[in-house]
């Protein structure tokens, strides 16, 4: 099993904690955008300050970057890394997509089909980029367009590009599956990891790729918060909980809270999303099961997190994970799942 850490999205870059987990041997680094950082920006300058460690976008917003873009930005990243750049791509939620971008949300998985194959074709430079499709028509043939547009290769030789999705849903999942490389989920748990590698092994069934998950790394986002006193680990955890579970969408439409219902806790989910919409964000975290932060997180003692640490490392055996991706973690917490894991 790998490990990776997140950086917070925000301006700084918390470098000693990326120093540090290069020298540990962390596969990757990941950085996400919401609506404001960007997810690139920190990741290059991760990149710039490092010789081994691998950095990744989880994720770059679809809607935020034309698939032309993104490969550029992809391609001289790899270039200028020395081939450590992972691709993570998303469509988002609708809430960002048109309250921020502007753009219309559409249809996210067709979207996500199109963008990655979209990039894959400029990489492989095989012939002058062409694509007509749902959401992206290139070159442009609108009843604006000026007719000068022409099909154009990349002047810039690009390597290959690992791609991962973030999706929770089992749609997206299988979507992961049969088109990328691996998958950013959150709220994975190693008792519950059939709700992830079910439907993608049936996405890479339907690509004809062979049922083998150790091709393919699931890089669960996990939680961690390393304390003597458990009980107020886990209470740190659950306001970032209370607020994907919650408020992460509108009612009917949180693919987290979706997610957590599958995981076996609809009451809870339903509980916290009306608190937390009611803007009573406190009593929200309060309702967060003690079960399910354990579940989904390491929390605790350092004794506690080791032992927790075999359940994770016992679901890598089978490629139900292959990267563990730490959120949250202290220069303290990456030594402690180091020493248990690599």
Known sequence: MRLGL?????????TALVLEAERLGYHSVWCGESYGSD????????????????????????PGRTPTCAAMTAMTLQQLSGDRFLCGVGPSGPQVV???????YGTPMVRTREYISIIRAIVAREKPLEH????????????????????????LHGAPLRFYCASITPGGMRLAGEIADGNLPIFMSPEGAGLVTKPTLEGMAKAGKPANLHAFDIAPYTKIKLGNDLQACRDAAKPELALYIGGMGAKGKNFYNDYVRRLGYADAAAAIQEAYLARRHRDAAA??????????????????????????KAAARDGSIGTLVLTGATQQALRVVAEAVL
């Open 6 to 14: 997140t950086l917070g999205m925000g301006a700084g870059v918390d």
């Open 39 to 62: 997810a690139v920006t920190p990741i290059a300058w991760v990149l710039a300050r490092t010789t081994r460690i691998k950095a990744g976008t989880g994720i770059m917003q679809m």
């Open 98 to 104: 048109e309250g921020w971008h502007g753009q219309p």
């Open 132 to 155: 007509q499709g749902e959401h992206y028509r290139i070159p442009y043939d609108g009843p604006d367009a000026t007719g000068l547009g022409k099909p154009l290769k990349s002047i």
């Open 287 to 312: 309702l967060v099961p003690d079960k399910l932060v354990d579940e989904i997180a390491l929390v605790g003692p350092a004794d506690r997190i080791r032992g927790r640490l075999q359940d994770w």
